[in-house]
């Protein structure tokens, strides 16, 4: 199993941003599949799920701004971010569990994590 994560980069508060991430080893969709992110000095947090049987999940910090999604034909998963604000600002991290989410905002239920992409936003 293995994910690697892409996109990211830095922008203006209010700009937008899409970080994908290509899977192998695996097909995406019979996985829970999650972006977490961590800023500097904070705990780990859940972003966006999405589970095997397409069901989404958003924290609340982001509901509304991001939207997760998944190429079947490119085994790949994305998460468009809209509307970003510095508080935004973090390690995106994706990540992947077999099967159902169960706790899908819940960054421990993952076994299997990509190597991270940074995104910054400035005010």
């Known amino acids: 199993v293995q994910l690697v994560e892409s996109g990211g980069g830095s922008v203006q508060s209010g700009g937008s941003l899409s970080v994908s991430c290509a899977a192998s080893?695996?097909?995406?969709?019979?996985?829970?599949m999650g972006w977490v992110r961590q800023a500097p000095g904070k705990e780990r947090e859940g972003v966006a799920s999405?589970?095997?049987?397409?069901?989404?999940t958003y924290a609340d910090s982001v509901k509304g701004r991001f939207t997760i999604s998944q190429d079947h034909a490119e085994n790949t998963l994305y998460l468009q971010m809209n509307s970003l604000k510095p508080e935004d600002t973090a390690m995106y991290y994706c990540?992947?569990?077999?099967?159902?989410?169960?706790?899908?905002?819940?960054?421990?239920?993952?076994?299997?994590w990509g190597q991270g992409t940074q995104v910054t936003v400035s005010s």
């Open positions: 990540a992947a569990r077999p099967a159902y989410c169960w706790s899908p905002l819940r960054p421990g239920v993952f076994s299997h």
């Open positions: 999405i589970d095997v049987d397409g069901r989404t």
């Open positions: 080893g695996f097909t995406v969709s019979s996985y829970c």
